[in-house]
């Protein structure tokens, strides 16, 4: 309930951000590669997979039609190529939080200052929303499904690096450092944890579809 962090953890965090992931090349690929390794399985198991993808590659054109800039990249809201509807529902879920709060945020506990990993999970997340709000749109023309079907895909493909939503155990200051780099991995575990269950045990025919697809689909990317 009260996640504050001492400045002495948030500087350990970020000189640990610094050591480990910031001058690390492969690092930033992977980073760049969740979209298409994590979101698009999730989508596509609920879209189709032909669709997701145009719908990926589309948005990755469409956002990049922004002006950058240097604290957050591009700007889906900014950008001529996305309908008024689209720029206001990418203005909402800024407002949220749920495109700006990324692990390199978290990480190097920077509110306030760039971070160069944080440019591409915000395109990551942004690519995410869009894809889903448009699949939706295009599946039941519901506004409020959209905004729903993106906040969904942020929060289970992109996952939320709040400090609020630290696990319990990883929440303390000498507990934030030692697990610093542990929040993915826990996020991975359950997203294909929980899709092997479903796949199994879901509670309906369509549920135990969509996972099975979806877990099939993480695999093999």
Known sequence: ???????????????GFV????????????????????ALPYIGARYGFTKATAAMGR???????????AKNGFNAAQSPKLSADERRAISTLQD????????????AAATTRDVTFHVPEV???QVTALMAYRLEIGKSGDEGKAMDA???????????????????FMQGDIARVVTQFRQFSQNMTYFLGRAAYQAL?????????????QLVATFLV
């Open 150 to 168: 993106a906040r969904e895909a942020i929060k289970r493909s992109q996952f939320d690096y709040s400090s609020s939503n630290r696990a319990r």
């Open 59 to 69: 948005a990755y054109k469409d956002i990049m039609g922004a002006k950058p800039n």
């Open 19 to 38: 050591m480990y992931l910031g001058l690390s090349p492969a690092a930033g690929l992977i980073n760049m590669m969740q979209v298409p390794m994590v």
């Open 201 to 213: 045990k879901g509670e309906a025919p369509e549920v135990r579809r969509i996972a099975r697809q």
């Open 123 to 125: 395109m990551n997340r």
């Open 1 to 15: 309930l009260n996640p504050n962090v001492s400045p002495l953890s948030a500087l350990a965090t970020q000189v």
């Open 96 to 107: 949220e939080g749920v495109i700006d709060l990324t692990q390199a945020h978290d990480l």
